[in-house]
């Protein structure tokens, strides 16, 4: 397939491409789900195509199609220049210059132990059989629902500056949800050990509801990755913050002037985008413009200092693309997506935080998620909370909540964990959305417990 | 487009591989294109043309399922054996009755030649009307413009056999004024009902309305809805409570109150795939006819909508609102919805009000508890205060957090007339009016 993608970029170069870049896409998926109403139900779902981009007069055109016969693969090259001329009619400026990049081969596969394609139907039924047997079992569980997800994703990348790579991606997951049902409440847990998950949804019935006020806020792992990904992982999104993105995911806070001396958060917080840290579902070789997988200091001791680019838009600030631009599947343009974006785990104990707060709640495991079109106002609720006396976890709160501003919220952290053991952890995050047509794509974030001084919670 | 027979012919092979087991399959056709511009220019570009071809397989009540975009011989059969091999490997479905029969489809024509012809260069004239416009006034339009053509087809072992092919065209923008910014958009069949210059218009004249934004404190505030954010409002209770089977699990606020009033006399909301002011189809993924369900009738909880696994619990018939093989979280959600219009208009409901605000349209809104559709969001692109019935300032964005059961039960007045409309997300296309909810609860602001 490699020399046909060469055929293809010699097509968009003769129809008058200055630049282009073609990616050849196989995914496969095997989602495998059941609940307490509905028996388990397995699926095996292929797609396959090709992406062409093309740079005519300065602007993109982007075609892609199933169709892999000569004559439609000669149609869609002439399709994405004719859209590419399109673009040209209202381009900005003197129109797009791409860094120069050397000609590279390169193959890059998932390292893994078990292929989850390869692990049998009938095995990932049984163990999603066994699961919603033990939730029927369970007092007080009204539904279970549990499912699995087996994805490889196989490409070939090819550019007309000599980028020749291909990848190979593999990744999985599950989840687990229980769900209780009492007098006009209905209490969900998810993502956890599949009987605490049980044993909490009923007990979530009979807890109080979380008290309105400003406290110390402790949030779970799991939390704090959520926080990551919506308050800083975007924001630092360089096509969000010029704009390209504001007609649906919105813009961001985080403008070029703030580069390098704004104070996003306290001493505490160092965040990194990753795409290099093994295991991370925004873990790859190579980005889909084919720059190689890199990691970039995002927040360093407080202060925001960089921004997840692309081959357009790094050169602008003077830099070089620090390899973030991804696509999903063969039918999308590449976009700035965030890789692992991570918060760098600090040197306390989940224990010794909860034993260091006098008075607070303690958050964990998202239920909902609301921000403003820049990331500066947010709204976060939760599954499960608890409050904190005098250094200790005390009774259970049900539908907790959390809302601030992005900068104060991380300015008030002055505690991050990690010291225990796998207190930090990679969480994966598989549905993050951006884009028009919107693409869903797969991202990681290390995170560990934290604490945030002064939050307000119990909205909502 | 393949077309109608094109269409038909690759599930009617599909179906004659079945041997010995049920199947049904479906077949997805996309054609889109779009044009997306920001700061005056075109910076992305794109056409795409996909298919997915479905297939569900059913042998002794199992069912399996599976999904290809390729359509040649050998993808088919992979897809036919797949999904039976899934089968054989799954649960037994005890509510399952057989794949249905085939019933009458209604014949409605959704396809519109001018939009399936838009060519790229017709898409840049028409984002270049809103960035003239903005590049002459000194701001900046950012948006984008969609336009393609869809087909869906099923066919089944049962001898279902439908096909509908539509088109679409939906543009946006947003035109920025220094740190204000003002929407519009536009959704619809046919391209040619979009006056682009009205659109541009619409939203440069709110994003250079009173330049200077006002910060206001969180509060209930006496709030008009313009019909873009009663979209938001509206697609909680259709992604969490007009379900069937958010209404069979409990999750739903209206499982327990069936004809029980819910909201305010003024309230009424149905779904209608069959009306040609929404985006109508005539027919779900089992092929079955789309029947309009009204959920709340006068402010009183009156029905949800079915496949037919669904219906086979609540012993009903399907309401024609299947969606895909492999469920989600949400379950079953609506596919058209539409809301009572009232008898004033935008200009009345304005004047009526003492003092209040006027909200174009949300952000990112979510729904931290579900059973009472407690919803949140912040403003965007255009929040006004209301005082003495006049619009007298742009105020900062607000955050809200809301129950919406609560505020239907609170709503004023409703515009006499609707519009075909869309949430931030996409989620639903709906045809709403504009209301005025009393006492609308904000709980935070933003500094812009």
């Known amino acids: 397939m490699i020399i046909e993608l060469d055929r293809v970029l010699g097509l968009a170069q003769k129809l008058g491409a200055e630049y282009a870049d073609a990616r050849y896409v196989t995914l496969t998926q095997?989602?495998?789900?059941?609940?307490?109403?509905?028996?388990?139900?397995?699926?095996?779902?292929?797609?396959t195509g090709l992406g062409l981009r093309v740079l005519v007069d300065g602007a993109w055109g982007f075609s892609a199609t199933p169709y892999l016969d000569p004559r439609s693969i000669e149609r869609m090259a002439d399709e994405a220049v004719r859209i590419a001329e399109a673009s040209a009619r209202h381009k900005r400026g003197d129109g797009v210059s791409l860094s120069p990049l050397p000609p590279i081969r390169a193959k890059r596969h998932t390292p893994h132990k078990i292929d989850p394609l390869q692990v049998k139907t009938e095995d990932k039924v049984g163990l999603l059989s066994d699961v919603l047997d033990r939730a029927k079992k369970m007092p007080g569980v009204a539904r279970a629902s549990t499912s699995l997800m087996s994805y490889r994703e196989e490409k070939q990348f090819m550019s007309t500056d000599g980028r020749q790579i291909e990848q190979t991606s593999i990744h999985t997951g599950a989840s687990v949800s229980v769900m209780a049902r009492g007098a006009g409440d209905v209490q969900s847990r998810s993502f956890s050990d599949f009987k605490d998950a049980s044993f909490w949804a009923a007990a979530l019935l009979k807890a109080?509801?979380?008290?309105?006020?400003v406290t110390d806020l402790v949030m779970g792992g799991e939390m704090v990755a959520l926080q990551i990904h919506e308050s800083c992982g975007h924001p630092v999104e360089l096509d969000r913050v010029l704009g390209q993105e504001a007609t649906f995911a919105g813009t961001s806070f985080l403008t070029p002037d703030k580069k390098g001396n704004y104070r996003y958060g306290s001493d505490s917080v160092n965040m990194v985008a990753d795409a290099t840290v093994p295991g991370g579902l925004g873990s790859f070789g190579f980005d889909d413009e084919g720059i190689k997988a890199q990691r970039t200091d995002l927040v360093v001791e407080g202060v925001f200092t960089d921004y997840l680019t692309s081959r357009e838009l790094a050169p602008r600030?003077?830099?070089?693309?620090?390899?973030?631009?991804?696509?999903?599947?063969?039918?999308?343009?590449p976009l700035v997506r965030m890789t692992n974006i991570n918060l760098e785990p600090g040197d306390w104990t989940l224990d010794e935080i909860i034993k260091d707060t006098k008075e607070g709640v303690f958050v964990n495991n998202p239920k909902s998620w609301s921000l403003d079109d820049k990331r500066w106002n947010f709204h976060f609720g939760q599954e499960i909370a608890y409050e904190i006396k005098d250094g200790s976890l005390g009774r259970m709160l049900k539908n907790s909540a959390h809302t601030g501003i992005t900068p104060e919220f991380w300015g008030s952290c002055d505690a991050v964990s990690g010291k225990g053991k796998d207190e930090w952890h990679i969480w994966g995050t598989p549905g993050c959305a951006?884009?028009?047509?919107?693409?869903?794509?797969?991202?990681?974030?290390?995170?560990?417990?934290?604490?945030?001084?002064k939050v307000r919670v119990g909205v909502g | 487009m393949i077309g109608k027979e094109d269409a038909l012919k690759v599930l009617e092979k599909v179906v004659s591989f079945a041997k010995g087991f049920e199947l049904e399959a479906s077949l997805s056709v996309e054609d889109l294109s779009l044009t997306r511009f920001y700061g005056n220019h075109i910076h992305q570009n794109l056409r795409r043309q996909d298919h997915i071809l479905t297939v569900r397989a059913v042998k002794s009540r199992k069912a399996g399922v599976s999904q290809v975009n390729l359509l040649d011989d050998g993808s088919l059969r992979w897809a036919v054996s797949s999904a039976l091999e899934n089968a054989e490997l799954a649960g037994e479905e005890s509510d399952f009755r057989g794949l249905p029969k085939p019933r009458p489809l209604a014949e409605i024509s959704s396809y519109v030649p001018a939009t399936a012809g838009m060519k790229p260069a017709d898409r840049a004239s028409a984002c270049g009307v809103v960035i003239s416009l903005a590049k002459s006034k000194g701001l900046e339009a950012a948006g984008s413009f969609a336009t393609g053509t869809h087909e869906i087809a099923v066919a089944s072992t049962a001898g279902v056999r439908a096909y509908h092919g539509s088109t679409e065209g939906f543009f946006r923008t947003i035109v920025q004024s220094g740190a204000n910014t003002g929407y519009a958009d536009r959704l619809t069949r046919d391209v040619r009902e979009i006056d682009f210059d009205q659109v541009a218009r619409e939203a440069t004249d709110k994003a250079t309305l009173y330049p200077s934004a006002k910060d206001l404190p969180p509060g209930r505030y006496d709030t008009i809805f313009l019909e873009y954010a009663l979209a938001d409002l509206v697609r909680f209770l259709g992604l969490y409570s007009f379900g069937a089977e958010a209404k069979q699990q409990g999750r739903s606020f209206m499982a327990d109150k069936m004809g029980r009033k819910v909201m305010g006399d003024n309230i009424t909301i149905w779904d209608d795939g069959l009306d040609v002011r929404g985006l109508d189809v005539p027919f779900d993924l089992e092929g079955m006819p789309k029947k309009k369900v009204v959920f709340i009738d006068k402010g009183v909880a009156s029905g949800v909508v079915y496949d037919t696994r669904t219906a086979v619990k609540d012993g009903v018939e399907t309401t024609g609102h299947a969606g895909g093989q492999m469920r989600g979280y949400y379950g079953l959600v609506p596919s058209n919805m539409f809301m009572a219009e009232g008898h004033e208009s935008l200009e009345e409901m304005i004047a009526s009000t003492k003092k209040g605000l006027l909200v174009t349209r949300f952000h990112y809104t979510h729904c931290p508890d579900p059973s009472n559709v407690v919803a949140t969001g912040t403003t965007r692109d255009g929040t006004f205060l209301i005082e003495d019935g006049h619009l007298v300032a742009r105020v900062k964005n607000l955050r809200f957090t809301e129950s919406m059961v609560e505020a239907f039960g609170r709503v004023e007045s409703i515009s006499k007339s609707s519009r075909l409309t869309r949430d931030w997300w996409s989620t639903f296309s709906s045809v709403l009016p504009a209301v005025k909810i009393k006492d609308f609860t904000f709980t935070g602001a933003t500094a812009f």
């Open chain 1, 434 to 453: 951006k884009g028009e047509p919107v693409q869903v794509i797969h991202v990681g974030h290390g995170a560990a417990p934290a604490r945030f001084r």
């Open chain 1, 317 to 333: 600030f003077g830099q070089e693309s620090n390899g973030t631009m991804r696509a999903v599947g063969w039918q999308n343009i």
């Open chain 1, 30 to 47: 095997a989602p495998v789900s059941a609940s307490t109403d509905s028996a388990p139900r397995a699926s095996s779902q292929k797609s």
């Open chain 1, 208 to 213: 109080p509801t979380c008290p309105r006020g």
